[in-house]
């Protein structure tokens, strides 16, 4: 008896010193041909140890991960697990087992996983019990069965069974049936023909409407908020069929006019009578007046920014939700490539590092235009901005209206505005005559590169830059991705149709003196596409394809430099900075050296990116990179020789909100010497772009 009690002690003592003392370094799965090994890892509770990197960074700080080690006693489970997940999907004879292996030199250990699948089941019949068109109605009926998602002979999965059964239970709720529920999923299996028989049983309960419409308000602004509003926002009215689904939508429109801090629209199951049921929306009114200064960190223009501003609202301006803001801001741009020696030496601010704005912008919205999802809003802006060559002024306005459609529509957002622009520019004190000229020449203003005027150019070209215009344009969004922050599947599309000049016209059109004020079509397209090949929480592999085109039509001036389209940067071309890419200028200065002048912008825009992204560890990820693309004046300047191409990697730490994300692009090929990386410095040839959100 003794000596069994002491091998049992010994065993026990054996099992907590492995679970202890070696580390797991590889889980290893044989025969798995379904599923990948990264799926069935996220199953099992065993885990492989992270990189070294992630260990010694642990030492120090909370960014690494600790070292994981083996445990025989998670075998029996991962075992249980795995077997799971494979009946969960079709495959009922599947057999597990496991081995591991021990290194008691390194202190390591490697546990592998023999998967016997066996053969996939399919579905023979699947079929609803408890609802047909006698008891929830014909339109209904029809319309559950042509939206279902699982057919005969498909493989069997749990949980798309189970996601149709919900399906089933939200469709009868959103029409009527509030207390409709799932009573139980059976599923019979034939061993011999290797087929189940599925049967749904759903209880659909009584069909409901609404008897009335309460209101409970709180909050210290409550008496600032009619509740004719409040109604007319959630559009729920007495004898309307119960919908959970328009419940939601109700209460969504009130938090969005950014009215209350809380909102709750749902039945009052308690106070239902046979067929009706009250429908309570309850709220807590937010203070109607905020100021507060703001932190700006974003990627506009392909740049990382940071800036500081204030900003003051003024809620239910007038009633119907509408909001009135004033903003003020100052921007500093494209920090990391600014020259701090030149900037505190000799040249300050004027440096042609420096970059940024400050703006303010008075705005008036009215969200749920005429109580639909129409969203207006009203603009008045004045801002000054440097950039390399320039130092922009500009004022204006813009009336834009913002349309909401379902999200099994195509297009399912369109943005309709109308605005007008004053623009001046003047070039930059510092600028020399060289470059001043090249700016102009590939602007189109009319002066030959022989030409020194000097003065004509200090006269004329600012005037010929500058403009006053109007512009009419569409934005149509196909959102139809997964997520917004982190998709891993779907996609998105945008198309954007912009015409200025509409002043210009109507002035031509009942005037003998012409305008010199520029016309033109711009035109943007873009498609991002996720897909998850290996099912990693958060991991993809994401496609980019973008093409813009700006057709001139009449007028002496250029197009706004704001308008023309750019490449490089952090959300474009990766191996570049931000406008590092365009068409270009080249002259010899006065000490014989060949100057090339880059930022100028084209008139035609091709880009794309292929990108994976993978979770290292927790809330840290990667991803590898291909960029290709530039801009161009026109198009018969597009070739594969102009065409830049990128090639990198970058880190992601996943914060609550968005990624914070670390990318390094090395210039594959470059379109301007015609060289690729193995014939150049490699250093020379790298960009770094700190960003936040994905770069698509």
Do not use: C
């Not at 709720?173 to 509030?178: E, H, K, T, V, Y």
């Not at 309307?240 to 429109?253: A, I, P, T, V």
């Not at 009319?446 to 000097?454: F, H, L, N, V, Y």
């Amino acid at each position: 008896m003794s000596k069994i009690f002491f091998l049992f002690i010994s065993l026990i003592l054996n099992i907590i010193l492995i679970a202890q003392d070696f580390e797991l370094k590889k889980i290893l799965f044989e025969g798995n041909t379904h599923f990948s090994d990264g799926t069935l890892s996220s199953v099992i509770l065993s885990k492989e140890s992270p990189f070294w990197l992630w260990k010694f960074l642990n030492r120090f700080t909370n960014l690494g991960k600790e070292p994981e080690f083996f445990d025989s006693l998670n075998i029996e489970e991962d075992i249980k697990r795995i077997e799971k997940f494979y009946r969960d999907n079709g495959f009922f004879f599947v057999d597990v087992n496991s081995t591991y292996k021990l290194n008691t030199k390194n202190k390591t250990a490697e546990l592998i996983f023999q998967i016997n699948e066996g053969e996939r089941f399919r579905i023979n019949s699947y079929k609803y019990f408890g609802i047909d068109s006698s008891r929830i109605g014909k339109w209904l009926y029809l319309k559950i069965l042509k939206e279902k998602k699982i057919n005969e002979n498909s493989f069997f999965e749990k949980d798309k069974i189970e996601e149709d059964a919900n399906r089933i239970v939200n469709e009868l709720r959103n029409f009527g049936f509030m207390l409709a529920e799932r009573e139980r999923i059976t599923a019979t299996i034939d061993t011999l023909n290797k087929i189940v028989d599925v049967n749904i049983n759903i209880k659909p309960g009584r069909y409901f409407t609404v008897s009335e419409v309460k209101i409970e308000k709180g909050g210290l602004a409550k008496d600032d908020v009619e509740d004719e509003l409040i109604y007319k926002l959630v559009g729920i009215k007495p004898n309307d069929k119960y919908s959970h689904s328009q419940n939601l939508e109700g209460q969504l429109r009130l938090y969005r006019t950014g009215l209350f801090t809380s909102a709750l629209v749902s039945g009052v199951i308690a106070e239902t009578t046979h067929t009706s049921v009250p429908i309570n929306i309850s709220v807590d009114v937010a203070r109607m007046n905020e100021l507060g200064p703001e932190l700006i960190v974003n990627n506009q223009t392909n740049r990382f920014n940071i800036g500081i501003g204030l900003n003051y609202t003024r809620k239910n301006f007038f009633g119907n939700a509408r909001k009135f803001v004033i903003e003020g801001t100052v921007v500093s741009q494209d920090i990391f490539n600014i020259n701090f020696k030149d900037v505190f030496g000799k040249n300050g601010l004027k440096d042609t590092t420096v970059l940024g704005l400050a703006g303010i912008n008075l705005s008036i919205e009215q969200p749920y235009l005429f109580y639909k999802d129409i969203k207006g809003k009203l603009d008045f802006f004045a801002s000054a901005e440097q950039q390399k060559f320039y130092r922009y002024y500009t004022a204006g306005s813009k009336l834009s209206f913002l349309f909401e459609l379902p999200k099994f529509v195509l297009f399912n957002n369109y943005s309709l505005y109308l605005g007008y622009e004053s623009e001046n520019i003047n070039f930059k004190p510092q600028l020399s005559f060289d470059y001043i000229k090249g700016i102009l020449i590939t602007s189109g203003f009319p002066i030959s590169p022989e030409d020194t005027t000097e003065a004509l150019l200090k006269s004329e070209s600012e005037a010929f830059l500058s403009h006053s215009n109007t512009i009419l344009g569409v934005d149509l969004f196909a959102n139809h991705a997964n997520e917004i922050f982190y998709p891993t599947g779907g996609y998105n599309l945008q198309l954007s149709l912009e015409y200025t000049g509409l002043l210009p016209y109507l002035k031509n059109l009942f005037s003998e003196i012409k305008d010199r004020n520029i016309q033109y079509y711009k035109t943007l397209m873009g498609i991002t596409l996720y897909t998850n090949p290996w099912k990693p929480a958060r991991g993809a592999v994401a496609y980019k394809l973008r093409f813009g085109y700006i057709q001139k039509i009449e007028g002496e001036k250029s197009i706004s430099q704001n308008k023309l389209f750019y490449s490089g940067g952090s959300n474009s071309i990766r191996g570049w900075r931000a406008r590092g890419l365009g068409p270009v200028y080249t002259f010899i200065d006065n000490q014989g050296k060949q100057v090339t002048i880059t930022e100028i912008g084209g008139r035609v825009l091709l880009e794309g990116s292929i990108e994976t992204r993978n979770i290292l560890f927790g809330d840290f990820g990667s991803t590898i990179f291909i960029d290709f693309g530039n801009s161009w004046r026109n198009l018969n300047e597009v070739s594969f020789k102009s065409t830049a191409f990128t090639f990198g990697f970058g880190l992601r730490y996943y914060t609550s909100f968005a990624p914070v994300r670390l990318d390094i692009g090395t210039q594959f090929y470059d379109p301007y010497s015609r060289k690729y990386i193995f014939k150049r410095s490699f250093l020379d040839a790298v960009q770094f772009h700190l960003g936040i959100g994905e770069a698509f």
